[in-house]
Structure formats: structure tokens, C-alpha cells
């Protein structure tokens, strides 16, 4: 069956704007060919994120009206710490206003020491933190404090084609082998992405989580997860493993934290916020570590940069994503495009992930070579054809220089369509699909790019291109 069921109704709509192909001409080479310059309401199906683009619920707006800004102890921060805790089950959770925020006060605190006058010392230089794949944020966050990010995905999970049901497991033997040769002391915490979005929205399993912690617990590493889109993991338990078929969605969450040491969280993700997120833990130490930490930029410990309707908001949805009935609609959805891509010869990753469908743009366009930016060409392509907005996920974010300046590629060249939770019907779905049969038509065609302006970090956000 292809039909899946909104188990929504839509209450209050926003407009498109429509542009036409040669108004988007002028738009793209005004952003430099670089779609992240592009003014929003410039774009039709926008597709660069799923993160803080969710559509709030009915009940998430009323919530916001029961917000309570007190500076400290907010009735919103007690209402929002129940919800995280009957979820996450961790004594201590500090908010803050995104998940980036929750990386830098964790790196902070495991890569520095602190002197006698109570002075955080970076003490990164040496130190190693491995995970299935690291997001970006949390990579920049690690490299920012000195210490190396070390993504140990299984060997599945680096290819496109290859089936598996849990391709963001991490590789057990490979962390085992790691942590021998690095040696313990030097691995201050030992990370997981459910799901794991970097290698295309892939689950973890319960079995997979179970084993890393175990493993982490014989060499006393402490180990954290990146709960971004923790229920979307948790529906691909219940639907993919065996003996979870019958716990439900918040069984099978009160199971994957148990394993864990703490969480760093973006509420913009699996939340339904528009912003905000948390840190949690068990340990009291690392506790009033961060809550230092949290004060000096972030705000007070009951608010950590968020207004309190921020957090009544994040409560109720904390609530809603563990409705099964919308995790099978958001699981099914993704892939009814993802299948009707393949259906039409468009090489994806399979099978399709959570949140997101990834493209392999080095299979659809194998005429650019990979320093020509095949999956930032079909961006632009996208954009020119359809007005749509997709994220290149290849050697424009991830691509690095050798000593004589050449650059060497990322491993994948990948166009992510991530969908905002709530927000696109199946009519949007179909018009993405048509799109990607349309560029098909014409795709030996297109062209690469060249860099012709780059920061030095986080360089896909802001270089820009020309086409060749
Ligand atoms: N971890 C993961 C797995 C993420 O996907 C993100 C954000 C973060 C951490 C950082 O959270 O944005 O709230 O600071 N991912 C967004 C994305 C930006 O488009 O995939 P944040």
C-alpha cells in the first residue's frame, strides 16, 4: 500500500511564494550558488533541514501561553524536567537554547581541567572521542577544543546500496581495537547519534547501544548519546528488532537511556520545538561542571537560555512524538518518497533513514568528479528546476586540503532532502518526486562547480561558488 495517513489536520497555513525558473536564475547566482544564502521565502519545498522547522501542534501553542518567565525556578522548567525525565530517566537535566549549545558545554568540561583557582584549562591536545558518525556541530565542537573526532560506523553504513537495518551501528570491534591502541585515559567520553544522521538518518540498535556501553563501562569511558531523533530510533526498534515488536515507544526510550551516562539533546529535532534543547547526566560531578558552564553563556540553570514557554512548548511535544500512530506516518512518509525515487532510477540511500532521504549524487551525476561537487550541482539543480532546497552532504562539507592543496573528498557525495516534521503533505512529496524525474531527464548535462571564496571552518554554510 503507497497511501499513508497525516494523522493531522491542518489548522493554520503559511503560503508559498511562487517563483519561475529564470527568477530563481537571478536568486541562485545572487547567493552565490550556495542555497544556504538564499532568503527563505525564496524557496518553495524547503528541504534544508528538519531541525526547528517542525510544525507546532495545537496544544503546543496553547502550552506557550502557560509559559511562566520567572528567572529562576519557572513552573515551565518543572513542567519541562518531568517530561525529560519520565523520557530520558537522567538526574540532571540543564536546558539550553539548541543542541550545539549542549556539545560545547560537554566538550568543554571532558577536554579541559580545571586549576586551582577553579580556571578551566583546555586539555584537549591527545584526547579522542569516538562515535558512530559525529554530527557536524558536535565534530567542530570536539576539533574547537583540540581533541580529534573519530567516527567508527560499521562498514555498511559507509555504503549507499548495501541493505541493513541498523546501519548506524557502530563497529564493535573497530571501538575495541580503538580504545586498546588510544588507551582509556585518553578517550574522555565515548559517543552515539540515534539515529545517525550524518550517514543518512540510519537507526541504532538497542543491541548495538547495549554492547557500546557495556564496552565503555569495562574501560570506565562514560558514554553519552546524541538524542536528536531518539523516538524515530525507537520506532525503528520496535519495527526492526526482534523482542521490541510488543514494548511501546517509551519503553523502548526508558531502555536506551538506562545504557547511557547522559544525552545531549536538540529539541528542534524529535521535540516539535522551533528552538531550544538539553544536557543531562548522572553524574553529580559532571553536573556542576556544566551547570557552570550553562550560567556563563547559556543563562540560569532553570532556563539555560530559553523563555519558559520555550520549554512548555518542548514538554508537549516531548509528549507527541511518542504517538506511534504519528512515528508510522513520519517513517512511512519518507520512504513512499524514497521508494518512489528508486521506483524512477534515482540511486538514494537505502534503506531510506528517519528523517531524511540522501541521494547518491556520485552514482546519479558520475560525469563530475568529486572536486567539481556533484551532490552541491544537483543542489543547485534542485533549486533551478523546483525551487527546491536540499543540503549537500559531500566534499563541500566535509571535503578536506593535503599539504599541496588538493583536496581530498569526502567519502560520500550525498544531497540530503531532510523533512520538516508536520509541514509537507504527500502533494509536496509528489511534486519532489516529478522534480527529480524532470533534472533526470537532462542530467548528463549538468555541471560542476569550483570554490571561489571559503571560510576556513564550517565552510559549506557561507563559500561561495561559480559554475564551470
Ligand atoms: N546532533 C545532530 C545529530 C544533529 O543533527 C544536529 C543538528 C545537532 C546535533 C545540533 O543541534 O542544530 O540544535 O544545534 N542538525 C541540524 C540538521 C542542523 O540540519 O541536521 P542544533
Known amino acids: 500500500m503507497k497511501s499513508f495517513l497525516e494523522p493531522f489536520r491542518i489548522k493554520t497555513v503559511e503560503s508559498i511564494r511562487v517563483t519561475s525558473r529564470e527568477e530563481r536564475e537571478e536568486i541562485l547566482k545572487k547567493a552565490f550558488y550556495n542555497t544556504f544564502l538564499i532568503p527563505a521565502e525564496n524557496v518553495l519545498i524547503d528541504l534544508l533541514t528538519d531541525s526547528g522547522t517542525s510544525a507546532m501542534s495545537a496544544k503546543q501553542w496553547a502550552a506557550l501561553m502557560d509559559g511562566d518567565e520567572s528567572y529562576a525556578g519557572a513552573r515551565s522548567y518543572y513542567k519541562f524536567e518531568k517530561v525529560v525525565k519520565d523520557i530520558f530517566g537522567f538526574k540532571y537535566i540543564l536546558p539550553v537554547h539548541q543542541g550545539r549549545a549542549a556539545e560545547r558545554i560537554l566538550f568543554t568540561m571532558v577536554l579541559s581541567k580545571i586549576d586551582s583557582s577553579g580556571r578551566y584549562i583546555n586539555d584537549g591536545q591527545g584526547k579522542y572521542i569516538p562515535s558512530n558518525n559525529h554530527f557536524d556541530t558536535t565534530r567542530a565542537n570536539i576539533e574547537f577544543n583540540g581533541a580529534e573526532a573519530i567516527d567508527l560506523v560499521i562498514e555498511e553504513g559507509k555504503k549507499p546500496d548495501v541493505v541493513h537495518p541498523f546501519k548506524g551501528n557502530m563497529d ?9 591502541e588510544k588507551g582509556c585515559e585518553n578517550i574522555p567520553i565515548c559517543m552515539l547519534t540515534i539515529t545517525n544522521n550524518t550517514g543518512g538518518g540510519q537507526p541504532v540498535s538497542m543491541e548495538n547501544i547495549r554492547e557500546v556501553s557495556k564496552i565503555c563501562k569495562e574501560n570506565r569511558i562514560p558514554f553519552f548519546l546524541d538524542a536528536c531523533r531518539f523516538a524515530e530510533n525507537a520506532y525503528f526498534i520496535k519495527t526492526r528488532e526482534k523482542g521490541y515488536e510488543n514494548k511501546s515507544i517509551i519503553e523502548i526510550c526508558n531502555e536506551m537511556f538506562s545504557y547511557a551516562d547522559g544525552c545531549t539533546m536538540s529539541a528542534k529535532k524529535d521535540a516539535f520545538a522551533n528552538i531550544g534543547g538539553f544536557i543531562a547526566m548522572n553524574d553529580d560531578d559532571w553536573y556542576i561542571k556544566c551547570r557552570n558552564l550553562l550560567i556563563i553563556t547559556e543563562g540560569y540553570i532553570t532556563y539555560g537560555g ?24 513520519r517513517i512511512e512518509s519518507t ?18 533513514g528517519g528523517h531524511a532521504i540522501y541521494i547518491d549524487a556520485k552514482t546519479f551525476l558520475p560525469h563530475i568528479p568529486a572536486n567539481q561537487f556533484p551532490a552541491h550541482s544537483l543542489t543547485c539543480e534542485l533549486y533551478l528546476t523546483g525551487g527546491i532546497r536540499a543540503v549537500e552532504i559531500g566534499s563541500v562539507m566535509f571535503g578536506k586540503y593535503d599539504e599541496n592543496g588538493n583536496m581530498i573528498p569526502a567519502d560520500m557525495e550525498l544531497v540530503r532532502l531532510a523533512i520538516p516534521r508536520r509541514v509537507y503533505t504527500k502533494s509536496h512529496f509528489d511534486y519532489l518526486v516529478d522534480i527529480l524525474k524532470e533534472i533526470k531527464k537532462y542530467k548528463d548535462k549538468i555541471k560542476g562547480y569550483k570554490i571561489i571564496e571559503e571560510p576556513k ?12
Open 172 to 180: 564493535i570491534e573497530k571501538l575495541k581495537r580503538f580504545i586498546k
Open 457 to 468: 571552518f564550517l565552510r559549506h554554510f557561507t563559500a561561495k561558488f561559480s559554475p564551470i
Open 306 to 329: 530559553l523563555a519558559g514557554r520555550d520549554m512548555d512548548a518542548i514538554a508537549q511535544g516531548l509528549i507527541e512524538i511518542l504517538d506511534e500512530n504519528y512515528l508510522k506516518y
Open 335 to 352: 520512504k513512499y518518497i524514497g521508494e518512489m525515487l528508486l521506483e524512477n532510477d534515482i540511486p538514494i540511500i537505502r534503506p531510506v
